[in-house]
Nanobody, 118 residues
């Protein structure tokens, strides 16, 4: 069984950057597609970015984060990152990583809070 732990969330001002980490134990991530999701208060959870297994390496970004967020993986650390630049107040949410890109099946992390506020 895979266990995922997110970290890196914080309170930042608009325009600042954060890097979120999703570190796995119990299984290596290099052969899995990993997705980042977020859920803002009162809103449904949404998909924001994913990275395919290492042999493919393709990435996807939701329009709301395209050009500002970058997903990457470090297989030596069994970690997937989400670099978030030019943060906006509307990026405030709990951010989750997950194995796979669907809302069902797969393994979820516990989430990390990102708050963007002046």
């Amino acid at each position: 069984q895979v266990q995922l732990v997110e970290s890196g969330g914080d309170l930042v001002s608009p325009g600042e950057s954060l890097r979120l980490s999703c570190t796995a134990s119990g299984e290596t991530l290099d052969s899995r597609r990993i997705g980042w999701f977020r859920q803002a208060p009162g809103k449904e959870r949404e998909r924001i970015s994913c990275i395919s297994e290492t042999s493919d390496g393709s990435t996807y970004y939701a329009e709301s984060v395209k050009g500002r967020f970058t997903i990457s993986r470090d297989n030596a650390k069994n970690t997937v990152y989400l670099q978030m630049n030019s943060l906006k107040p509307e990026d405030t949410a709990v951010y989750y990583c997950k194995t796979g890109w669907t809302f069902s099946s797969g393994y979820w992390g516990q989430g990390t809070q990102v708050t963007v506020s002046s």
